[in-house]
């Protein structure tokens, strides 16, 4: 009897549970799933809080119902990894050995990181909708709001889903309008990057999209300091100044803070980067340094958007390799860097991008000839960004294999030869 052990149960850690509780006997290999909390929240939906779309009840289930029966689910914090001896420490002082490590503990965030952030003004003029409490509190303050500057600010990359901070100027700009007070209120989008965003197809797509609804851009901003509240003596809200001391003042501030990886990986000698994150093989997903050792999700180094959808497509060579590992077979670098991401536009209409490593998003349809419309605005793609609530909680996390959907990049439907818009991995990240 094998033990796999998966540290975190979300979007990662739970697909890959089911999948391997799918396809391993129970006599053959005890699956144990370890995640600190009981909740589990569809994270998307964080982006709907804000503006009363949604609510955390309606993105919120209970985390054990969503594994298959057969996983262990043991609720407790990480305490730290001995790679050694193969052995996790819980912090209830216990302890599970392993012959199999998945690492899906995704990112953390590190407001504390930047100076000020988490000062006077958090949670009063600055906010971030990337937690649930942030979420929260910030549709309070967007409900009190009713004229001055709204600043969104990502301090610094990688971040989850780096397009949910573009989708929510837009949808700032539609809630404004939605509310008769866009013309009291300016919107503005300050960013570390040259661009709106890092892949050129995109970048054009959405800068031009920011200028249509006439938000602000402010690139290459480095924030170093947030001064808001009783520290804001030049600003009513406070202002953000970056590294080469610029200044953007604000009367709201949403922040998205640096993130690295989960506390324990810096405890745990061997198994991960200066950031906290895994360096794994980008193609088959086993640790540089460890060969019993997975990752997947927010929490491996591969230099692809820190999404779902990612987690997902992940999931399906990651369980695969799981088994050939135990099977003493050769590893498949079966992971080409399939991501897929909605980009919620606001007047209910949204974009879809759908890339690899080596491919720029491109136009026509995803996943095939007759699918939905890429790299355009399309009513179609609300529906499908709205409906892909219910693929979650119904087929992604069960594990379930999709008619149609597959983890490498479809090639077809797309519109350009794929040999014109080859780029390097490392911009995608
Ligand atoms: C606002 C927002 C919008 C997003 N929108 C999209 C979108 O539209 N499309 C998309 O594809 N992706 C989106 N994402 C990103 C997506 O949610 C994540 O990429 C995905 O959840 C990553 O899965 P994961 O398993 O790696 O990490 P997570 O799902 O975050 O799971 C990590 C788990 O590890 C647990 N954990 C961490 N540390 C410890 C510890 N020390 N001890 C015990 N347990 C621990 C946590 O409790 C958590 O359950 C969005 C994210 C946010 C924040």
Redesign the pocket.
């Known amino acids: 009897m094998k033990r796999i052990v998966i540290?975190?149960?979300?979007?990662?850690?739970t697909l890959t549970a089911n999948r391997l509780r799918r396809c391993l006997d129970e006599q053959a290999a005890e699956i144990v799933v370890?995640?600190?909390?009981a909740d589990?929240v569809y994270?998307?939906g964080?982006?709907f809080v804000p503006f009363g779309l949604t609510d955390m009840k309606r993105i919120t289930r209970p985390r054990p119902r969503q594994f298959r029966s057969g996983i262990c689910f043991r609720q407790?914090?990480?305490d730290w990894v001995d790679t050694e001896a193969d052995r996790v420490h819980l912090d209830d002082g216990t302890a599970l050995g392993y012959d199999v490590l998945v690492v899906?503990?995704?990112?953390?965030l590190l407001p504390e990181e930047t100076e000020g952030l988490t000062g006077p003004g958090w949670l009063t003029s600055v906010f971030t909708?990337?937690t649930p409490e942030g979420a929260v509190a910030l549709h309070r303050a967007l409900d009190r709001f009713t004229a001055g500057r709204l600043v969104v600010n990502v301090v610094d990359m990688p971040i989850?889903?780096p397009v949910?901070p573009l989708e929510f100027c837009f949808l700032a700009d539609y809630y404004f309008r939605q509310r008769g007070i866009r013309d009291r209120v300016e919107l503005t989008y300050v960013t570390p990057l040259d661009g709106a965003f890092t892949k050129p197809a995109c970048n054009r797509e959405l800068s031009g999209l920011l200028t249509d609804k006439g938000i602000e851009l402010v690139t290459e901003f480095n924030t170093g300091t947030v001064e808001a509240g009783a520290a804001a003596s030049r600003a009513p809200g406070g202002r953000l100044i970056s590294y080469d001391d610029r200044a953007v003042p604000f009367d709201l501030a949403v922040v998205i803070p640096l993130h690295g990886g989960?506390?324990?990986v810096e405890r745990s000698p061997g198994l991960g980067d200066e950031l906290g994150f895994i360096p794994v093989d980008p193609g088959t997903l086993q640790s540089k340094t460890r060969p019993n050792v997975f990752a997947?999700?927010?929490?491996t180094d591969v230099p692809a958007s820190?999404?779902?959808?990612?987690?997902h497509f992940e999931g399906d060579v990651l369980a695969g390799n799981v088994r050939r590992f135990l099977a003493g077979q050769q590893l498949l670098a079966g992971f080409d860097g399939h991501t897929n991401?909605?980009i919620e536009t606001g007047f209910g209409k949204a974009l879809l991008i759908d890339f690899n490593y080596d491919t720029e998003p491109l136009a026509g349809h995803y996943p095939a000839r007759l699918g939905l419309p890429l790299l355009r605005q399309s009513r179609l793609n609300h529906l499908g960004?709205l409906a892909f609530q219910q693929f979650y909680w119904h087929s992604l996390l069960p594990g379930r294999d999709v008619p149609g959907i597959s983890s490498r990049m479809p090639t077809r439907g797309k519109t350009r030869p794929l040999d014109q818009a080859a780029t390097t991995p490392s911009g995608s990240r």
């Not at 370890?34 to 909390?37: A, E, M, N, Y």
Request: a positive charge.
């Open positions: 540290l975190g149960g979300g979007t990662g850690g370890v995640d600190r909390d589990h994270q998307p964080l982006l407790a914090g990480i899906a503990t995704g990112a953390r909708f990337y989850k889903c949910a989960a506390g324990y997947l999700g927010d929490a820190k999404a779902g959808s990612v987690a991401c909605f960004k």
